[in-house]
């Protein structure tokens, strides 16, 4: 097992807004090579697979620039520097993004987005019981649909590359190992 490499030193290279990035000096176990490594901090991220009672996913169409195009997605986002629970966020959330509101929400678990450069975690949450209760509420740099799809037709979205986003993938790899190969019976 590789071991833990010496951190020598960090520079903040930029602020903005909810992301930082910092160089961080290492050292090399193996070599005792000093080698410096970009980072991103950010806070804490929510997503929620969430389920109707008539046996349907809300997801979310939203344009995502990294990308440059559209994509199918589970809710999600930052958490609020004010929650002190994820699952308030996770609430927030789906409410914001869908309109839906949960009967049950249960923690699947949590994942690094990408532990090559981010140092946040993201908390996936399953909401059971879903229904939708309110209008869509976005950040001025939201723009959504919502789109509701039946979970038997999920395998094959993902399949045809509909849904992509590798948290959201996460999210539903979570959900379908706690609740069996197809994710039904929650």
Not at 165 to 179: K, Q, T
Request: negative net charge.
């Amino acid at each position: 097992m590789p071991d833990d490499w010496e951190r020598l030193g960090d520079e903040t290279l930029l602020r903005y807004l909810v992301f930082h990035v910092r160089k961080s000096r290492r050292r090399s176990p193996r070599t005792g090579a000093e080698i410096g490594f970009f980072l991103i901090d950010t806070p804490n991220w929510v997503t929620v697979v969430a389920l109707t009672t008539d046996d349907r996913i809300v997801l979310v169409r939203q344009f995502r620039h990294g990308s440059e195009r559209a994509l199918l997605e589970v809710p999600g986002g930052l958490i609020d520097p004010h929650e002190d629970d994820p699952a308030e966020a996770a609430v927030r959330e789906l409410r914001e993004e869908s309109g839906y509101e949960a009967g049950r929400l249960e923690l699947l678990g949590d994942m690094n987005p990408n532990p090559a450069i981010f140092s946040n975690r993201c908390y996936a949450y399953l909401a059971t019981d879903c229904r939708k209760v309110a209008e869509l509420d976005l950040d001025p740099g939201e723009d959504i649909e919502v789109v509701t799809v039946p979970v038997a037709e999920l395998d094959e979205r993902i399949r045809r590359g509909e849904i992509e986003h590798s948290i959201c993938l996460g999210a539903i790899a979570l959900w379908r190992a706690g609740s069996g190969a197809n994710g039904a019976g929650s």
